[in-house]
């Protein structure tokens, strides 16, 4: 690479005027991470004053919270799996058909037998199961994400369907059940969003103060650079699918919890939800940012949406309109920001 | 001279890009009809102008006639329907479509505007193979199953299906066998019989010196030299203009060589194989020296380096480090037996774009700051800022987004990565590539700085006096072979091209 003599003088700034220009806009990439937050937080403010107008005296009601809140969490806790695999540049299709396998195979007839303890066991050994044959897929079998986890998808379904044979299983463990009941609630919250708020921190805490984290943000920022660094790139893919596996076991038991049943509809389009959650949160598609945060704050926008049109007896083909115009948007808003082309 | 205008001429044509000043003023002109050659060393910019002349890059200044007309390439399609066809060096085919579907790419024969008559289609392709006499390839089979020989050919009679005045030609023997040069070289010049210019690109001086009808030489994106006579322009001539420099380079001075020459080996390589990449390749590395790989694109330098790091599995041979044989295509072997790479492509092979020039650094060190996983970030901070500091990285604070650093910068954050792993022996491949002048000669004080304090270095470089100012012994390779083991301070400039060029073994 060599360079004209002439234009050396102009290529090579003053060092003085090069660290002032380069500490401008490190400052600058500091400050539109919080504007990207901030406005997520501003839509959801939106939303809710939307709400409280449209539907006065049922939107801001303790119970209707309870239940955006309630709702929120199961996708929640699918959502934060799903960002970590997205950030590592891959996706998991699979985690609907593994919510409603964990949940079917945790409310057997046999299962119920050990109780409690038997349901949450089942629920997060199937999860993690699943994971870990999407994860040596992809990570060993050298098999594309999006195939592997669309084959589990349809294995999943499939064998879940099969267990039930198309039957509610309705939840007879009365400790189970009352977890959902109301007198279970600390300080008026249910434990289930306690479980998303736990779910969240520990995420968070994962992706961003941790070697594992870092290293799924290196896997899918330049695969290639974390190979080439002494990074063990295919061990972290697999333990990224036994984490998203994991959380779609946890969000299986909730929704046992919530239902008090096991279904195997259940989950039904979760990955759309999760991935949509994840991007217009500020997580990239191609890998290499995640944000926690942001995946939070677009499952609770999808979930106060769904509930506004809700109670304003409003179809769900128009909420569904909605939330793609919502997708649309806030990946044309990624687009406009500096990082979001790398 | 023909008395009508020449086919094509551009004039003062620049091109820049953040950060490189590609082009800076080259003229051309080609008659039509005869081949014309173009000389340069790596980064010359005879990538970037034959990719204005495709339309695939606009330049910033210049004009462009065609047949005496001002013309604007605006675009690639609005050259190809001015006739100029463009062969690049990476094949740009479609492997998963079949040979007569890649030929007419984009201007397939239809019937009725849209449905498309493969029939037409090969038998057209078929009849372009004959001219090309590569006739038994079948127009139907897939490209992906060809060789690069034959692919190369489907290439040409891709350029030829269209109305085409000019190819050009990008270093198209470099996958070629000799016998498969004999017949591009017969293609060519039944081409240019039929008065269809070329302008061709090679290393290769003998090549240029078969066919080459008039050469012209590009430095540092200028043209220095116009219309040389391809035959009779001395060797020494042509590489001198290729070489001459406004610029000197400023090497830090070596020590005393006998230091090094007493330690043992750090790194032992025994007879190295790639097929199809590179012969068997010896060497050894002592602490404190360097040693560095001179040689073309092509030649091997890359993938020995990249070998010799795991990162490519070899068919034979071992690399042992302090006396123990490293597993074969591990590069977490590597990496943990005390090897560290600066790879060719930065952006690509070693930077994390999205993330501040601490977690870059620290990315090949983080269990060293984590307990059970939890990362001391604090810790973390400290140490590339350390890291950082003792290299002069600009800025110095570690919190800086990468991507905001000059190209020299951000090659101290990949050199700061292996400092802070505390690495024995450093695989430099390209380590000036897309740094500007100013900051190269600070890069080089380092890596010598670095290699002065115990440090093993392992250079490679397209610029011979880069290797040649920078190391202590030098290697130098053409097509996968070394050719001469010597001191730096025994060779020279020339000789070194002489010997990557024309591959003599004598000097």
């Known amino acids: ?296 704050l677009g499952v609770l926008i999808f979930t106060t949406i769904t509930n506004i049109f809700a109670l304003n007896n409003l179809e769900t083909a128009v909420q569904q309109i909605a939330k793609g115009a919502i997708i649309v948007a806030a990946v044309l808003v990624q687009r406009r920001s500096p990082h979001g082309d790398a | 001279m023909a008395p009508q205008p020449p086919l094509l001429t551009m004039s003062g044509i620049t091109k820049s890009f953040p950060g490189v000043r590609a082009l800076d003023g080259v003229d051309l002109e080609v008659e039509a009809g005869e081949v014309h050659c173009l000389l340069g060393q790596n980064g010359a910019g005879k990538s970037t102008l034959i990719k204005v002349l495709a339309g695939a890059h606009q330049p910033d200044d210049g004009e462009i006639t065609w047949r005496g007309e001002p013309v604007t390439l605006g675009s690639p399609i609005a050259a190809m329907r001015l006739g100029i066809a463009t062969i690049y060096q990476e094949l740009d085919l479609i492997e998963g479509l079949s040979v007569a579907e890649n030929v007419f790419l984009g201007h397939e024969p239809t019937s009725a505007g849209f449905v498309v008559r493969g029939a037409a289609a090969r038998t057209a392709t078929a009849q372009l193979l004959e001219r090309l006499g590569h006739s038994e390839i079948e127009p139907a089979r897939l490209v992906g199953e060809l060789s690069a020989a034959q692919q190369q050919i489907v290439s040409m009679a891709r350029a030829l299906s269209h109305e085409v005045r000019l190819i050009v030609m990008d270093e198209p023997s470099a996958a070629l066998d000799p016998e498969e040069v004999d017949n591009l070289f017969r293609i060519v010049a039944d081409l240019t019989a039929e008065g269809v210019a070329v302008i061709y690109i090679s290393h290769r001086l003998e090549e240029i010196r078969r066919i080459g009808d008039r050469v012209t030489v590009l430095k540092e994106g200028r043209s220095v030299a116009g219309g040389l006579p391809a035959e009779s322009t001395p060797t020494r001539e042509v590489v001198a203009l290729m070489t001459g420099r406004n610029v000197e380079y400023v090497f830090p001075e070596r020590p005393t060589a006998r230091f090094a020459a007493e330690r043992e080996p750090v790194l032992k390589v025994e007879g190295l194989t790639r097929r199809g990449e590179f012969a068997p390749v010896d060497l050894e590395l002592r602490p404190g020296e360097i040693v560095g790989l ?90 590339t800022h350390q890291a950082v500091r003792e290299l002069s990285l600009r800025p110095d604070n570690p919190d800086t987004a990468i991507r905001t650093l000059s190209g020299g910068n951000q090659q101290k954050a990949v050199l700061a990565r292996w400092l802070l792993r505390g690495c024995k022996v450093l695989l430099l491949d390209e380590p000036t590539r897309g740094v500007d002048i100013g900051a190269r000669a600070e890069l080089y004080a380092v890596i010598r700085r670095l290699a002065d304090e115990g440090l093993a270095v392992l250079l490679v470089s397209s610029e011979v006096p880069e290797v040649l100012g920078l190391a202590d012994r030098v290697l130098v390779l053409r097509e996968g072979s070394v050719v001469r083991t010597a001191d730096a301070r025994e060779l020279d400039e020339h000789r070194v091209l002489d010997l990557v060029m024309e591959g003599s073994p004598t000097s």
């Not at chain 1, 490190?26 to 501003?42: C, E, F, H, K, N």
């Not at chain 1, 059940?177 to 306690?194: F, M, T």
């Open chain 2, 294 to 383: 001179a040689g073309l694109v092509g030649s091997g330098r890359s993938e020995i380096l990249e070998t010799v790091y795991g990162a490519r599995k070899p068919d034979a041979g071992r690399v042992l480090v302090d006396g123990s044989p490293l597993r074969p295509g591990s590069v977490r072997a590597a990496v943990r037996a005390g090897i560290g790479l600066a790879p060719e492509e930065r952006k690509a092979q070693a930077l994390l774009m999205l993330e501040s020039v601490s977690s870059n650094v620290s990315v090949s060190t983080l269990s060293r700051f984590a307990r059970a996983g939890w990362i001391d970030r604090r810790g973390e901070r400290a140490a």
């Open chain 1, 1 to 296: 690479m060599t360079q004209p003599a002439t234009a050396a003088p102009k290529d090579a700034p003053t060092s003085a005027a090069e660290s002032a220009e380069e500490k401008g806009s490190s400052r600058l990439t500091a400050l539109r991470w919080d504007v990207r937050t901030l406005s997520l937080l501003g839509v959801l403010a939106v939303l809710v004053a939307v709400g409280g107008i449209t539907a006065p005296d049922e939107f801001l009601a303790t119970s209707n919270l309870q239940l955006v809140l309630t709702q929120a969490s199961v996708i929640g806790v699918v959502t934060v799996g799903m960002t970590f695999v997205i950030t590592s540049g891959g996706i998991d299709l699979s985690v609907g058909a593994m919510v409603a396998l964990a949940s079917v195979w945790a409310t057997t007839v046999a299962t119920q037998d050990f109780g409690f303890a038997g349901i949450l066991f089942t629920a997060v050994i199937v999860g993690v199961g699943c994971g870990l044959v999407n994860g040596l897929l992809i990570a060993y079998g050298r098999m594309v994400p999006f195939i592997a986890t669309l084959a589990m998808l349809a294995s999943a379904r499939g064998l879940a369907l099969q267990i039930t044979d198309g039957s509610t299983q309705v939840v007879t463990v009365q400790s189970v059940l009352d977890l959902g009941g109301r007198d279970s609630y600390v300080l008026g919250i249910p434990p289930l969003v306690l479980i998303f708020a736990a779910v969240t921190v520990i995420g968070w805490l994962l992706l961003n103060r941790t070697t594992f984290g870092r290293r799924t943000v290196a896997v899918g920022g330049n695969a290639e650079a974390a190979r080439l660094a002494g990074i063990d790139v295919r061990r972290q893919r697999l333990y990224l699918y036994l984490l998203s596996g994991l959380c779609c076991g946890i969000a299986a038991f909730m929704l046992i919890v919530l239902a008090g049943s096991g279904q195997n509809t259940n989950g039904n389009l979760y990955e759309l939800d999760a991935i949509a959650a994840a991007i217009i949160g500020g997580t990239l598609l191609s890998g290499g940012r995640g944000t926690i945060v942001g995946s939070v």
